[in-house]
């Protein structure tokens, strides 16, 4: 009996140690498990969102730039006195043209050059000059990886849909001339709706992608794509895969994403998901904007398992710093069950009975359950992606002014996406004002803007938003308004932050529309309103009922015209001159609208022509009614008065002999140009005045005959003498510069750079040692 209770007592400690030992195992591994997978999931989940993130950037940034090249095409649309033109109809359609275009093009920070190509015409145009189709497709932009009948095609097409060139290799007239700086570029067509007979061409460079696509450095190891119609558009690669097996991979991924978005309620692409691409194991992200652009950032999977072998000495360190405190309760355990032990050893000494060993066990295995239930107590709080709203607003705005939308259902539908509140019974109207900076700054102007969106805020039976017209520098706020006195004091309002935050603050008004669909009607009530602001008193905000007021219009009297007449008979200009400033004086008094203004002007000018058509002066190129429509102020008015009677007055004192053995008015401004090239004081204006004609005229009579503007033409005599200066003399750039006719060196290093494509450095250290 004694042996058998040695036994017991041996076998009740060894059991003991046993159940203490698997505990302690058992402890460690759960919580090993745990962190590990806790880790692996955090690492995961933060290598997937750094590379949305980083995706989203991309996306964000693009997609505002395309929305940029929509304004644009928008805004042309609108502009009819300078597009959709013959140029030998038209002439001075051209030079509003390229004045227009050149202002997109100075403040781009997406496009480089933009062009603008009109089917029934044969010229394109850009901010310096124009040239045939045949020449463009020929030797303007010639392009790699696109033959010459497809760009040329491509250029002709009448679809709506926006076509993209992808990223190659250029050269050409106008990518060595206007951006010499750089080699590859993009190809954006976007065609001008709704005639859909005009295209506008922008030139993207590689420079505008290497700063949005390589952004988050090699370090990251990503590869960034921009997909557009089942082809890459651009590509940024850290990790070189086959062109082919990528765009295999991201169309299949695309295809059956959109299977999943046509069965389900989503509205937008957002995917991130592991596969591999030619061989290398990549986590992809994908998604799809709103210009039909599809952006891809891909990392290899290595990136990620690199990240969790370095945090693996982590994962043992805190391991063994939780084990800590683990053992210290299993040691108290221990204690605890180790008296009770001792008490049962006790107990058999004294009575022959057998102890029940499964009781301890069973209070062991309660235990472990326990930790283990600690175990699954953790959870992850789910990401959000936070819509960018004031870019919705804006874009709601310019559709709405637009009027893409078909129904008011539409219209509600958008506003309510992006956070702009329509109440059920409406009064919208358009307000138009001026450039909010004027001479005050930019910072000034977006001080003023916010202010008055948070104007709009402040009343609770409104709301509305603003975009921005890039030709016109003007603000179009749209509202929306239940209430038509709590409109009234907003605008009282909103006239006081102008008049504060610009010194010539201008502010036009539409009528209330009580129909959704009528807003694009109210902008053109508006800017109707702010077009008349020269003759109307602008100091308060300008309503569209005192612009639309029709009037008698009142014939001038015989006797300003008759002594106009008798001026240009006796080939008077001072008299003549003396007479129009009277007849513009007359005609402000007389507060007449802004159509009604130019009608009269047109009649003067039409009795004037009509009556010395044998003058065989070309009208065409001083006066045209597209021309007049362009008109804003008494001023603009006068100069064409002017210009048209002393050209009358010129070819009254001329005879046509005379003019048939004198030299046309090119040949006359090149030998000029070809003399005084080194004097700074050669303008355009100065040139003009020499010729005894007025700019304008000079400058479409000169593209006519020689095909360029006169100051391209002046700069290519210039940087032709400099660079024979630089080669043949020792002279510096700064004596150089002075001798073509520059002050500034700094300019001339600019200009003869751009023309070039080297500094004048650089140009004279090439031809030294080549001699």
Same mark, same amino acid.
């Given at each position: 009996?004694?042996?058998?209770?040695?036994?017991?007592?041996?076998?009740?400690?060894?059991?003991?140690?046993?159940?203490?030992?698997?505990?302690?195992? *058992?402890?460690?591994?759960?919580?090993?498990? +745990? &962190? $590990?997978?806790?880790?692996?999931?955090?690492?995961?989940? %933060? =290598? #997937?969102?750094?590379?949305?993130?980083?995706?989203?950037?991309?996306?964000?940034?693009?997609?505002?730039?395309?929305?940029?090249?929509?304004?644009?095409?928008?805004?042309?649309?609108?502009?009819?006195?300078?597009?959709?033109?013959?140029?030998?109809?038209?002439?001075?359609?051209?030079?509003?043209?390229?004045?227009?275009?050149?202002?997109?093009?100075?403040?781009?920070?997406?496009?480089?050059?933009? *062009?603008?190509?009109?089917?029934?015409?044969? +010229? &394109? $145009?850009?901010?310096?000059?124009?040239?045939?189709?045949? %020449? =463009? #497709?020929?030797?303007?932009?010639?392009?790699?990886?696109?033959?010459?009948?497809?760009?040329?095609?491509?250029?002709?097409?009448?679809?709506?849909?926006?076509?993209?060139?992808?990223?190659?290799?250029?050269?050409?007239?106008?990518?060595?001339?206007?951006?010499?700086?750089?080699?590859?570029?993009?190809?954006?067509?976007?065609?001008?709706?709704?005639?859909?007979?005009?295209?506008?061409?922008?030139?993207?460079?590689?420079?505008?992608?290497?700063?949005? &696509?390589?952004?988050?450095?090699?370090?990251?190891?990503?590869?960034?794509?921009?997909?557009?119609?089942?082809?890459?558009?651009?590509?940024?690669?850290?990790?070189?895969?086959?062109?082919?097996?990528?765009?295999?991979?991201?169309?299949?991924?695309?295809?059956?994403?959109?299977?999943?978005?046509?069965?389900?309620?989503?509205?937008?692409?957002?995917?991130?998901?592991?596969?591999?691409?030619?061989?290398?194991?990549?986590?992809?992200?994908?998604?799809?904007?709103?210009?039909?652009?599809?952006?891809?950032?891909?990392?290899?999977?290595?990136?990620?398992?690199?990240?969790?072998?370095?945090?693996?000495?982590?994962?043992?360190?805190?391991?063994?710093?939780?084990?800590?405190?683990?053992?210290?309760?299993?040691?108290?355990?221990?204690?605890?069950?180790?008296?009770?032990?001792?008490?049962?050893?006790?107990?058999?000494?004294?009575?022959?009975?057998?102890?029940?060993?499964?009781?301890?066990?069973?209070?062991?295995?309660?235990?472990?359950?326990?930790?283990?239930?600690?175990?699954?107590?953790?959870?992850?709080?789910?990401?959000?992606?936070?819509?960018?709203?004031?870019?919705?607003?804006?874009?709601?705005?310019?559709?709405?002014?637009?009027?893409?939308?078909?129904?008011?259902?539409?219209?509600?539908?958008?506003?309510?996406?992006?956070?702009?509140?329509?109440?059920?019974?409406?009064?919208?109207?358009?307000?138009?004002?001026?450039?909010?900076?004027?001479?005050?700054?930019?910072?000034?102007?977006?001080?003023?803007?916010?202010?008055?969106?948070?104007?709009?805020?402040?009343?609770?039976?409104?709301?509305?938003?603003?975009?921005?017209?890039?030709?016109?520098?003007?603000?179009?706020?749209?509202?929306?308004?239940?209430?038509?006195?709590?409109?009234?004091?907003?605008?009282?309002?909103?006239?006081?932050?102008?008049?504060?935050?610009?010194?010539?603050?201008?502010?036009?008004?539409?009528?209330?529309?009580?129909?959704?669909?009528?807003?694009?009607?109210?902008?053109?009530?508006?800017?109707?309103?702010?077009?008349?602001?020269?003759?109307?008193?602008?100091?308060?905000?300008?309503?569209?009922?005192?612009?639309?007021?029709?009037?008698?219009?009142?014939?001038?009297?015989?006797?300003?015209?008759?002594?106009?007449?008798?001026?240009?008979?006796?080939?008077?200009?001072?008299?003549?001159?003396?007479?129009?400033?009277?007849?513009?004086?007359?005609?402000?008094?007389?507060?007449?609208?802004?159509?009604?203004?130019?009608?009269?002007?047109?009649?003067?000018?039409?009795?004037?022509?009509?009556?010395?058509?044998?003058?065989?002066?070309?009208?065409?190129?001083?006066?045209?009614?597209?021309?007049?429509?362009?008109?804003?102020?008494?001023?603009?008015?006068?100069?064409?008065?002017?210009?048209?009677?002393?050209?009358?007055?010129?070819?009254?004192?001329?005879?046509?002999?005379?003019?048939?053995?004198?030299?046309?008015?090119?040949?006359?401004?090149?030998?000029?140009?070809?003399?005084?090239?080194?004097?700074?004081?050669?303008?355009?204006?100065?040139?003009?005045?020499?010729?005894?004609?007025?700019?304008?005229?000079?400058?479409?009579?000169?593209?006519?005959?020689?095909?360029?503007?006169?100051?391209?033409?002046?700069?290519?005599?210039?940087?032709?003498?400099?660079?024979?200066?630089?080669?043949?003399?020792?002279?510096?750039?700064?004596?150089?510069?002075?001798?073509?006719?520059?002050?500034?060196?700094?300019?001339?290093?600019?200009?003869?750079?751009?023309?070039?494509?080297?500094?004048?450095?650089?140009?004279?250290?090439?031809?030294?040692?080549?001699?």
């Amino acid at each position: 009996m004694k042996l058998e209770r040695g036994k017991l007592r041996r076998q009740g400690v060894l059991l003991y140690l046993a159940a203490f030992s698997m505990i302690v195992v *058992l402890i460690i591994a759960i919580m090993g498990g +745990y &962190l $590990y997978r806790f880790y692996h999931r955090t690492i995961y989940e %933060n =290598f #997937v969102e750094s590379n949305e993130t980083d995706l989203g950037a991309i996306e964000s940034r693009h997609e505002n730039d395309m929305e940029i090249i929509s304004n644009v095409v928008s805004q042309i649309n609108l502009s009819a006195d300078c597009t959709e033109f013959m140029l030998d109809k038209q002439p001075l359609k051209s030079t509003k043209l390229e004045e227009q275009l050149y202002r997109y093009t100075a403040v781009s920070q997406f496009f480089e050059q933009i *062009l603008y190509f009109y089917h029934g015409d044969q +010229y &394109l $145009y850009n901010p310096k000059t124009s040239i045939t189709l045949d %020449n =463009f #497709v020929r030797i303007g932009l010639v392009l790699e990886e696109t033959s010459e009948q497809e760009f040329s095609d491509l250029l002709c097409a009448e679809d709506y849909q926006m076509k993209i060139l992808p990223e190659q290799g250029a050269s050409g007239y106008v990518k060595n001339y206007y951006m010499s700086d750089t080699n590859k570029l993009a190809v954006y067509l976007k065609t001008v709706a709704p005639k859909k007979n005009a295209v506008m061409i922008f030139l993207v460079p590689e420079k505008y992608y290497d700063e949005l &696509l390589d952004s988050g450095g090699s370090e990251d190891g990503r590869n960034h794509y921009i997909l557009y119609d089942g082809q890459i558009v651009t590509k940024r690669e850290t990790v070189e895969l086959e062109s082919d097996s990528v765009l295999t991979e991201l169309t299949n991924l695309y295809a059956k994403q959109t299977e999943k978005l046509n069965n389900s309620n989503q509205k937008e692409m957002a995917i991130s998901e592991s596969m591999t691409v030619d061989g290398v194991s990549m986590l992809v992200s994908m998604k799809a904007g709103v210009s039909g652009l599809v952006y891809v950032s891909m990392q290899p999977m290595s990136v990620f398992s690199n990240q969790i072998r370095s945090g693996m000495w982590g994962i043992v360190f805190l391991l063994l710093l939780c084990s800590i405190p683990a053992a210290f309760g299993i040691l108290l355990l221990y204690r605890k069950i180790a008296g009770r032990i001792r008490r049962i050893n006790m107990m058999l000494k004294k009575d022959d009975r057998p102890y029940d060993l499964e009781n301890i066990e069973t209070g062991i295995e309660s235990l472990v359950k326990n930790n283990e239930t600690l175990a699954k107590s953790n959870e992850t709080l789910a990401r959000t992606n936070e819509t960018h709203i004031p870019l919705k607003k804006n874009r709601f705005i310019g559709n709405l002014v637009r009027g893409v939308y078909r129904n008011e259902d539409e219209i509600r539908m958008d506003a309510a996406e992006a956070q702009i509140q329509i109440p059920e019974s409406v009064s919208s109207f358009v307000i138009m004002v001026g450039d909010l900076g004027g001479d005050r700054g930019q910072s000034n102007e977006e001080k003023a803007e916010k202010e008055m969106l948070e104007l709009i805020r402040q009343y609770s039976k409104l709301d509305g938003y603003r975009i921005k017209l890039i030709s016109k520098t003007r603000n179009v706020f749209v509202i929306f308004a239940s209430d038509r006195d709590q409109a009234e004091k907003m605008l009282v309002n909103f006239f006081k932050i102008g008049q504060v935050s610009c010194e010539e603050f201008v502010m036009a008004v539409s009528d209330y529309h009580e129909d959704l669909m009528e807003v694009p009607q109210a902008y053109l009530e508006a800017d109707t309103a702010f077009d008349t602001r020269f003759i109307v008193d602008n100091s308060n905000m300008i309503r569209y009922q005192q612009a639309s007021k029709v009037e008698h219009i009142e014939i001038l009297p015989e006797s300003f015209l008759r002594r106009l007449k008798n001026a240009i008979r006796a080939c008077n200009c001072d008299e003549a001159d003396e007479v129009i400033d009277e007849i513009c004086s007359k005609l402000k008094s007389s507060n007449h609208s802004l159509l009604s203004f130019r009608v009269l002007y047109n009649d003067i000018l039409h009795i004037l022509i009509t009556e010395w058509n044998d003058t065989h002066v070309d009208f065409s190129n001083i006066y045209n009614v597209f021309l007049l429509s362009q008109c804003l102020t008494v001023q603009q008015f006068s100069d064409i008065l002017h210009e048209v009677c002393h050209s009358l007055i010129e070819a009254r004192q001329t005879s046509n002999d005379d003019k048939s053995d004198e030299p046309d008015m090119a040949s006359k401004a090149v030998a000029y140009m070809k003399e005084n090239y080194s004097s700074p004081d050669l303008t355009m204006a100065a040139l003009a005045e020499m010729l005894s004609i007025s700019p304008v005229t000079m400058s479409v009579e000169f593209k006519n005959r020689m095909g360029v503007n006169p100051s391209d033409y002046l700069g290519i005599i210039r940087m032709e003498k400099a660079k024979e200066l630089l080669k043949t003399t020792s002279l510096k750039v700064k004596d150089v510069s002075a001798a073509v006719g520059y002050e500034d060196e700094h300019v001339f290093m600019r200009r003869f750079k751009k023309y070039v494509g080297k500094t004048p450095g650089q140009y004279r250290d090439e031809h030294t040692k080549q001699n």
